[in-house]
């Protein structure tokens, strides 16, 4: 069912100072911020080739990261996305083996314009997982 890793999600309390950090202090490759209103986040995304890493920074008053940000003042890790062939099979697999998917279990548009749910991460070793479409 998984299939390669997409990216890394980091949550952060400042996305221009943690863009400035990822592009000048390591050099790397960064897209534009992209505002993503309906999921509660602004959105930089750097280029690793093989993968991407997500800089995450809270979008209005009901940021889902929010609460992280809260506990985690300096940001840290938040999600890791996995994609899946099929991702209703997967959801549907998933829910039948106990897995819980947060929101109203449906899958949303992601970051990438394909559709991305997320499993609760007490379900997968203390870790929040996304699921994208591949
Ligand atoms: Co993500």
């Not at 069912?1 to 999600?9: C, F």
């Not at 202090?25 to 490759?29: C, D, F, I, S, Y």
């Not at 940000?69 to 829910?95: F, T």
């Given at each position: ?9 980091i949550?952060?309390?400042?996305l221009a100072?943690?863009?400035a950090?990822?592009r000048d ?5 960064l ?8 999921h509660g ?23 889902p990261?929010?609460?992280f ?32 998917v947060l ?18 991460p ?13």
């Open positions: 069912m998984l299939g390669r890793l997409n990216h890394v999600a949550a952060v309390p400042d100072a943690a863009s950090v990822y202090t390591l050099g790397a490759k897209s534009d911020p992209q505002a993503l209103p309906d986040v602004t959105v930089v995304f750097v280029d690793l080739g093989n993968t991407k890493v997500e800089l995450l920074e809270p979008l209005g008053d009901a940021s990261i929010a609460a940000l809260a506990k985690n003042p300096a940001g840290g890790m938040h999600h890791l996305c996995y994609e899946v062939d099929d991702i209703l099979a997967a959801s549907d697999r998933l829910k039948a083996d106990g897995a819980r929101g109203d279990g449906e899958p949303k548009t992601g970051a990438h314009g394909k559709p991305v749910l997320f499993l609760h007490k379900d997968f070793a203390g870790t929040l997982v996304e699921l994208e479409q591949a």
